[in-house]
């Protein structure tokens, strides 16, 4: 039977034969000699279990050192905060340019088409610095919101379930996630809101208004006083408290769901996969805090930019109100699902790894009690 006109002739296919692999074998030739690409793959192999067993060992160290963190104990409470700290810290301040185009869309929606369009414009005519602007504010706050959030919330899930008892702190668990998260959200959100202050007006003016962060605080407080810093407060505390009610209630409720669907007991599985579960469970808390949260978001960010001298909260937000509608507040939601599913997950994937770390529980208030594994 004839070969397709397609198919190479014997002719062809003997001019360029396919080098024969034995004498490799024969030698003992690692078959990463005979193509490259696999010595990469390798090589980028063998650097990550090296940085696994360093890590494994510096995390053995640590937990020699000091000696065990007691669950609840002040170590315990201190770990926590420095592991809040950096987890939204670092990830508030990587999604910067996220941020930046959200903020300008919701304060005038005409400003850009799209956040490829805006990302462009900006930094055609302000470079990578423009795509940042706002990161220090950011980094600052949010490393504050972060520490007084997370330690905050394993230090009120504790007095709550020991008011309870523990048999109604189990009947009762998904309201002490959300009594927890409420009043350790409601201090942080005292030390973030003079850094979110400046982070919006340096993102929602052309040219930024500060050049940093506390000159930025110092211009605030001299023309208009500490009030200055905190008249956008009563909005943040709306879009902060259910938002994080929301993402440590259903964080902690998705996580559970997991590991009773899956075989066996949590400690049965390793250290990468409990983090894959609570990188999992965050994104889609993160999703369900975006929804929930975003009205008062458009209205903080519309408050900071928009609000006269002297006018009250409420006389603000009604005439913003009628000025944009119910459907302006929901301009910039699909960046702001992307953000903050994305951030969430890697939140709790950084924060239980910092955990996993030091050497102790990941994520639940009394996980025997609740979930019995």
Known sequence: MPLPIWCP?????????IPSTE??????????????????SDRAKE???EASRELAKASVKVQKEDGG??????????????GGLLACGLTHTAVTPLDLVKCRRQVDPRLYKGNLEAWKLIGR????RGIMTGWSPTFFGYSAQGAFKYGGYEFFKKFYSDLLGPEKAYKYKTW???????????????????????????????????????SGISSIMGKEGVAGLYKGLY???????????????????VVGMIYNYLPGKKTDYGKLAQTSVSFAGGYIAGILCAIVSHPADVMVSKLNTNRTPG??????VSRIYKNIGFRGLWNGLPVRIIMIGTLTGLQWLIYDSFKIFLGYVLSFLHHAIYYGR
């Open 9 to 17: 002739s014997q002719e062809v296919l003997a001019a360029f034969p």
């Open 125 to 128: 005519a302000e470079g990578f």
């Open 23 to 40: 004498r490799f074998r024969s030698n003992g030739t690692n078959a990463s000699e005979l193509y490259p690409i696999m010595s990469v």
């Open 176 to 214: 002490v996630f959300l009594a927890g998260s409420a009043s350790a959200e409601f201090i942080a959100d005292v030390a973030l809101c003079p850094f979110e202050a400046v982070k919006v007006r340096m993102q929602t003016t052309i040219s930024p208004a500060f050049t940093g962060t506390f």
């Open 235 to 253: 909005p943040l505390w709306g879009r902060q408290i259910p938002y994080t009610m929301m993402k440590f209630a259903s964080f902690e409720n």
């Open 47 to 49: 650097l990550s279990q």
């Open 311 to 316: 006018e009250s909260s409420s006389a603000a």
């Open 69 to 82: 963190i007691e669950l609840y104990s002040p170590k315990f409470y201190a770990a926590c905060t420095l």
